[in-house]
């Protein structure tokens, strides 16, 4: 059963970066795409990043593109999300998910981290 668990969430300023990371565990890693999720209070599951199992097959979500980078590192099981430019909107608590096909619709996908919050204010 694979699990996941997701850290690196923080308080930190508008415009300023910051990395999470999601470790997997109990799956083949290499064969997993691996994606990055938030949710806003009061908002829905938000597609955010993610990355197939084969290398440089990445998708963003729109408010998102161009600061926000995904990767993974596959002998750490591990996939990363490097968010740079931070603003307010941002605000939300992160989730990862895995899968074996791609996911951008929360509703699809069925293995979730416990989240970790991430606060843009100032």
């Known amino acids: 059963q694979v699990q996941l668990a997701e850290s690196g969430g923080e308080l930190v300023q508008p415009g300023g970066s910051l990395k999470l990371s999601c470790v997997v565990s109990g799956g083949t890693f290499s064969r997993l795409t691996v994606g990055w999720f938030r949710e806003a209070p009061g908002k829905e599951r938000e597609f955010v990043a993610t990355t197939g199992w084969s290398t440089g097959t990445t998708y963003y979500g729109d408010s998102v593109k161009g600061r926000f980078t995904i990767s993974r590192d596959n002998a750490k099981d591990t996939v990363y999300l490097q968010m740079s430019d931070l603003k307010p909107e941002d605000t939300a608590v992160y989730y990862c998910?895995?899968?074996?096909?791609?996911?951008?619709?929360?509703?699809?996908?069925?293995?979730w981290g416990q989240g970790t919050q991430v606060t843009v204010s100032s």
């Open positions: 998910e895995a899968d074996p096909a791609i996911i951008t619709d929360a509703r699809f996908a069925k293995t």
